[in-house]
Structures are given as structure tokens and as C-alpha cells.
């Protein structure tokens, strides 16, 4: 059990210097409670105090589920319990005393277990078509407004009048301006406070969209992709072009996703069918086998590849997928290991071999080039190139009978060697 010693030593000298000043200093940040006061920190003490709240965050909050926020709170409760604001100097002992009672319930409250919150995430350009559907422990779904009331004001729940009052506020908030009626993806996690609660399902929905936009641009005359708020999205552009000639050109364009994604489309196509059932039967795994999370990573970097708008940072992000598929034990010479792999994973005859063994080759060298040289000089071939060898070799894998079976990165990389 990590130890609070450094809580009760930063509490201490906040006391010490308390008691021996007259009035507080302002150098640094200070806290209030109400009909407690407020205790001001000097510039010493609050560098002690972030140090305090990291190092709660590392002993108690490495799994994210509870945040950096709350955790300095509790460092603020544990304070104003032991001091004693209305005394014009601090009786140390006494300090003492309270500071002991302040650690025991800080210790309380950070052992406490998680609980379970379920989490409405809205998704941006998601089209109503194929809804609801389950990726893994993500369901994507149509918050209607039925669903929207029993969230916000459930019948069977003990609220004063005025509880109810302010929840139909809410609710007519949510309703004209939120989630409601809207594609959302919903996710259960498990948190200490509702702030951790919402990265934590963030993140899940992030991994999920990252995997949906690898099917984006195989759905045919499909120009749609998922984002999250405040991402990039759709947006109407006007830009002004003078010739030396005079001639004036007003180019309008619509950039970003033309149309919502759509599920149904998604499934229409049978082969992106059975590889989006692996995934999910890949997500649901539990616990979840090497070669499921190397194809899952694999997945996320060409989805986000996918729906990338700069092409040096695409062509990476497909290399990253590639690598993370075809190289799982390999850590040198990967240039080499993509080469042979990546030809024998999708050459069915000598000569395909060979072209895709010289092409991988190239395209290597372009992002060496890219990461060593800072280099620009890429064409829309070599993305749709790398773009191509990554989704035809993630495909290629998912929907593999004899890949199915694989668990560790060894078998992963004898089944590519002896293919």
C-alpha cells in the first residue's frame, strides 16, 4: 500500500508556516469551502503541492479511473481538516491530531472500489442506417427521446421537488441542444468520479471510430467517415484565385465528410461483413490474446490513416499498421522482415512476389526519408500505394481461417514465415 507520508509532510508545512505568519501569501494558488474559510499557498508550497497530486496519480491512478482533479481535492479536504481556520496562530498538536484523522479518511477514499457508469458518447457524422449496432463494448444507437427522460428524470428515483425541477431544466437543455435524437455510442466503464468516467469512455469510442474508419474508403461512393466533437469535420470553404491575366476564379468546396457513415452499407459487402465480425470477435475476447491486440492497434492506425488529411502523416500512420501486423517480434531489419512478409502474404504468383518485395522496399525508404530528411516528396501514388498493401494485408489476416487460431506474436510470425 503506497505510503501518504508525503501528504502529511505538505499538509505539516503548510501548519508550520501558517502559524508563524500573520497574514497568508498570495504567491500561489488558494482553496475555499464554504463556512471554512480559505487557505492561500506561497509559491514553495504550491510546487510541493502538484508534486503531492502527482504522486497520488501514480500510486492510485494508473488505471485512469480516477482524475488528477479529484485527487487534489482530496489533498484539499485532508488541509482544511486539519487546520484550524478560526484560531489566530495553529496549536501544532492539535494540527497533529486532526492531521491523523485527515489521513485516515483520505486513505478511505482511495481505496474505494470504481463504479459503473454508462456513458452516452456523441459520434459525429454517423448516419441512422444499421443502428443500433455492437462493436466490441461499444453500441452505437439513436438516442431517442423516450431514452433521453428515463436517463434524466427516472420514475423510480427519490428526488425532492426541487431535484425535479432542476432535472427537467436539464432535460430540456439536452434535448434542444445535446445528444438527443442524435447517434451516440454508449459504453460502460468503471470510474471513482464521473470526470475519469468521461475520458475513459472517450477513449473506448476513440478506438472504435479509429477501427470503423478503416472500412470508410471500401465502402463504395462512400465519402464518409466518424469523427468525435472538436475534431475536424465537414466545413464549406471559399478561397480567391487572381490570374496575371485578370482571370478570377471563386472556388467553393465542401471539405471533410460529404455524407454519414453508414452502417447498413457497411454490412452490405460481404467480405468487410465477415472482417468487421472477427474484429468485434477480437474486441470481445476476454482477456484478450497478443495477436488480437497487434490486429486491434494494426486496425486503429490504418483507421486513422484512413480519414487523415496530410499526407506525410497518413503515409506514417499506414506504415506504423503495417509494421505493428508484419513485424510483432521484430525490432531490426524490419525493412527486410516487411519485404518478404507482406509478398508472401499477398503475391500468389512469383512475379506478384516480386513486385510487392520491391514496392514495400520503396515505400520504406520514402518513410525513412520522411522521418530522417523531413522529406515532402510524396505523391498521391505512393499514399494510395501504402494505403493499398496496409488494408489488403489487414484484410488478409482478419479473414484468414489458419489466423483465427493464432494467440501469441511467435505464431503470428510463423504463420507469415511459412507461408
Request: net charge positive; proline share 5%.
Amino acid at each position: 500500500m503506497p505510503s501518504l507520508t508525503h501528504v502529511a509532510d505538505f499538509i505539516r508545512g503548510v501548519c508550520v508556516r501558517a502559524a508563524s505568519e500573520e497574514t497568508p501569501s498570495l504567491d500561489g494558488p488558494w482553496f475555499s469551502r464554504r463556512g471554512q474559510g480559505f487557505i492561500a499557498l506561497d509559491g514553495e508550497e504550491a510546487k510541493a503541492y502538484a508534486e503531492v497530486a502527482a504522486q497520488l496519480a501514480r500510486d492510485y491512478g494508473a488505471n485512469g479511473d480516477i482524475s488528477r482533479k479529484t485527487l487534489a481535492t482530496f489533498v484539499q479536504d485532508a488541509l482544511f481538516q486539519t487546520m484550524d481556520l478560526g484560531a489566530a496562530t495553529q496549536d501544532m498538536a492539535a494540527c497533529e491530531q486532526r492531521l491523523k484523522t485527515a489521513l485516515q479518511e483520505l486513505h478511505r477514499k482511495l481505496i474505494e472500489p470504481s463504479a459503473s457508469y454508462t456513458c452516452f458518447i456523441p459520434v459525429e457524422s454517423l448516419s441512422p442506417d444499421g443502428l443500433p449496432m455492437t462493436l466490441g463494448g461499444v453500441q452505437l444507437l439513436v438516442m431517442a427521446e423516450p431514452r433521453m427522460r428515463r436517463l434524466v428524470l427516472p420514475r423510480d428515483a427519490s428526488l425532492t421537488v426541487e431535484e425535479k425541477r432542476q432535472r427537467r431544466q436539464v432535460l430540456a437543455i439536452v434535448s434542444d441542444e445535446g445528444i438527443a435524437r442524435r447517434p451516440v455510442a454508449r459504453v460502460e466503464v468503471a470510474a471513482r468520479d464521473s470526470e475519469s468516467a468521461e475520458s475513459l469512455a472517450w477513449l473506448e469510442v476513440r478506438a472504435t471510430i479509429d477501427i470503423l474508419n478503416f472500412f470508410a474508403d471500401l465502402i463504395p461512393n462512400h465519402p464518409a467517415w466518424l469523427y468525435l466533437a472538436g475534431e475536424a469535420g465537414r466545413q464549406a470553404t471559399t478561397g480567391v484565385l487572381v490570374c496575371d491575366d485578370g482571370t478570377l476564379t471563386i472556388p467553393n468546396s465542401l471539405k471533410g465528410p460529404l455524407d454519414g457513415f453508414s452502417i447498413q452499407r457497411l454490412r452490405a459487402i460481404p467480405q468487410l461483413r465477415r472482417a468487421l465480425a472477427r474484429i468485434h470477435a477480437s474486441m470481445r475476447q476476454s482477456p484478450q490474446s497478443e495477436v488480437s491486440k497487434l490486429l486491434l492497434t494494426s486496425l486503429r492506425w490504418a483507421g486513422r490513416a484512413s480519414v487523415e488529411p496530410v499526407s506525410e502523416r497518413a503515409f506514417l500512420q499506414y506504415v506504423i499498421a503495417l509494421e505493428a501486423l508484419c513485424a510483432p517480434t521484430n525490432s531490426q531489419h524490419i525493412k527486410n522482415v516487411l519485404q518478404i512478409r507482406v509478398s508472401h502474404l499477398l503475391g500468389r504468383k512469383a512475379s506478384d512476389r516480386g513486385s510487392l518485395h520491391d514496392e514495400v522496399g520503396r515505400l520504406y525508404k520514402l518513410r525513412s526519408d520522411v522521418i530522417h530528411d523531413g522529406s515532402f516528396n510524396l505523391g498521391p501514388e505512393d499514399l494510395g500505394s501504402v494505403r493499398l498493401i496496409t488494408k489488403r494485408s489487414l484484410l488478409r489476416a482478419l479473414l484468414h481461417r489458419g489466423a483465427r487460431k493464432l494467440t501469441s506474436r511467435q505464431e503470428l510470425a510463423r504463420w507469415f514465415d511459412t507461408r
